[in-house]
């Protein structure tokens, strides 16, 4: 009777193993691809051929110019629900994780930061709580930048905000700027800010590396970055598991509460392809930060990367 449990028990985590080495090996390619991806990006920038190259959106091969616009109506479409869609589809842990984020962060009067890919601004909301709780009394200014392609999105955090109270009249030190830009060709001088934060927006953007070299140029020395993302667990049955979930549970609770089937496949897929831990710890390397590090939340199923750009520093 026991060896025949010890026998289910091996089946079953055989069976996750392979699903999840199959997936892993998806994974890797999906990151030799998306290196060649962004090597195509530098050779073609100097060409000028950018519209001939492919870039998924979900499983779907598209132009980078297509996905751009694609993610754009995805978050056009939900952005009045959007909030409600990451309770349900988290079952509310995006607010804890969040929450580690800033408190990672520890924002103090003079913080000048950049939130990029804010949305519906939960993460600047959250900053914005913690100055209001500090004592100022030499009336440093603060100023926090909500930067998003996608005006939708900005709109329902900019009312959020103010239905919260957190409005130039309640916090007169700090001053609040709601963005729509482009992460990929930030509209900031270099070393504009001393704090870069982004939060399940990188998956997000079609040329990650661009956008952590613009990361990296428009922090002044001594400023850090915080990414918070969906990342690989490190065990293989609760992979497994998760991977269950976001593809199977998560499209299915967005088409029913929003979206379409290809907006539904695209959330799974942007998960499982993100780089894993390491990768994107390296990417980050590579755009020139240091000090890179990462935590694991909840067994890896999302991690926070940080680092800091010290070049330019005495
Ligand atoms: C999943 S939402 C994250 C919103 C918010 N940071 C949060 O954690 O709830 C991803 C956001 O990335 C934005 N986005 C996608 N590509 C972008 C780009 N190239 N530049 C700036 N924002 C971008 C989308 O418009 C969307 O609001």
């Given at each position: 009777m026991?060896?025949?449990?010890?026998?289910?028990?091996?089946?079953?985590?055989?069976?996750?193993?392979?699903?999840?080495?199959?997936?892993?090996?998806?994974?890797?390619?999906?990151?030799?691809?998306?290196?060649?991806?962004?090597?195509?990006?530098?050779?073609?920038?100097?060409?000028?051929?950018?519209?001939?190259?492919?870039?998924?959106?979900?499983?779907?091969?598209?132009?980078?110019?297509?996905?751009?616009?694609?993610v754009?109506?995805?978050?056009?479409?939900?952005?009045?629900?959007?909030?409600?869609?990451?309770?349900?589809?988290?079952?509310?842990?995006?607010?804890?994780?969040?929450?580690?984020?800033?408190?990672?962060?520890?924002?103090?009067?003079?913080?000048?930061?950049?939130?990029?890919?804010?949305?519906?601004?939960?993460?600047?909301?959250?900053?914005?709580?913690?100055?209001?709780?500090?004592?100022?009394?030499?009336?440093?200014?603060?100023?926090?930048?909500?930067?998003?392609?996608?005006?939708?999105?900005?709109?329902?955090?900019?009312?959020?905000a103010?239905?919260?109270?957190?409005?130039?009249?309640?916090?007169?030190?700090?001053t609040?700027?709601?963005?729509?830009?482009?992460?990929e060709?930030?509209?900031?001088?270099?070393?504009?800010?001393?704090?870069?934060?982004?939060?399940?927006?990188?998956?997000?953007?079609?040329?990650?590396?661009?956008?952590?070299?613009?990361?990296?140029?428009v922090?002044?020395?001594?400023?850090?970055?915080?990414?918070?993302?969906?990342?690989?667990?490190?065990?293989?049955?609760?992979?497994?598991?998760?991977?269950?979930?976001?593809?199977?549970?998560?499209?299915?609770?967005?088409?029913?509460?929003?979206?379409?089937?290809?907006?539904?496949?695209?959330?799974?897929?942007?998960?499982?392809?993100?780089?894993?831990?390491?990768?994107?710890?390296?990417?980050?390397?590579?755009?020139?930060?240091?000090?890179?590090?990462?935590?694991?939340?909840?067994?890896?199923?999302?991690?926070?990367?940080?680092?800091?750009k010290?070049?330019?520093?005495?």
């Amino acid at each position: 009777m026991n060896s025949r449990r010890v026998f289910h028990w091996k089946s079953l985590s055989n069976l996750c193993q392979h699903e999840v080495l199959l997936q892993r090996n998806q994974s890797n390619s999906y990151q030799q691809t998306a290196k060649m991806e962004a090597y195509n990006d530098r050779v073609s920038e100097t060409h000028k051929s950018s519209e001939k190259r492919t870039k998924f959106f979900g499983s779907e091969q598209v132009t980078p110019g297509e996905r751009n616009q694609k993610v754009n109506k995805m978050f056009t479409d939900m952005a009045d629900s959007y909030d409600r869609l990451l309770d349900v589809m988290s079952l509310g842990m995006h607010r804890v994780w969040k929450d580690m984020l800033v408190n990672k962060l520890a924002p103090q009067p003079g913080i000048c930061l950049l939130d990029m890919a804010g949305g519906t601004g939960d993460i600047p909301i959250r900053v914005l709580k913690h100055l209001s709780m500090q004592s100022n009394p030499k009336g440093i200014k603060s100023a926090l930048t909500v930067l998003d392609i996608n005006q939708n999105m900005l709109n329902v955090g900019e009312q959020r905000a103010r239905n919260l109270g957190l409005t130039d009249r309640s916090l007169p030190h700090v001053t609040v700027e709601w963005k729509c830009a482009d992460a990929e060709n930030l509209p900031y001088t270099d070393n504009s800010f001393n704090a870069y934060t982004t939060s399940f927006g990188v998956r997000n953007v079609t040329n990650m590396e661009r956008v952590l070299q613009e990361a990296y140029r428009v922090l002044q020395p001594g400023g850090r970055f915080l990414c918070l993302e969906f990342s690989h667990l490190n065990n293989y049955p609760m992979q497994f598991a998760f991977n269950q979930y976001t593809d199977k549970v998560i499209p299915g609770l967005f088409l029913l509460m929003s979206g379409s089937l290809e907006q539904a496949n695209y959330l799974s897929t942007s998960i499982r392809n993100f780089p894993n831990q390491e990768t994107f710890k390296l990417m980050i390397q590579e755009a020139g930060f240091e000090m890179v590090h990462y935590e694991n939340i909840n067994f890896g199923v999302v991690s926070i990367h940080t680092g800091f750009k010290l070049r330019g520093l005495r």
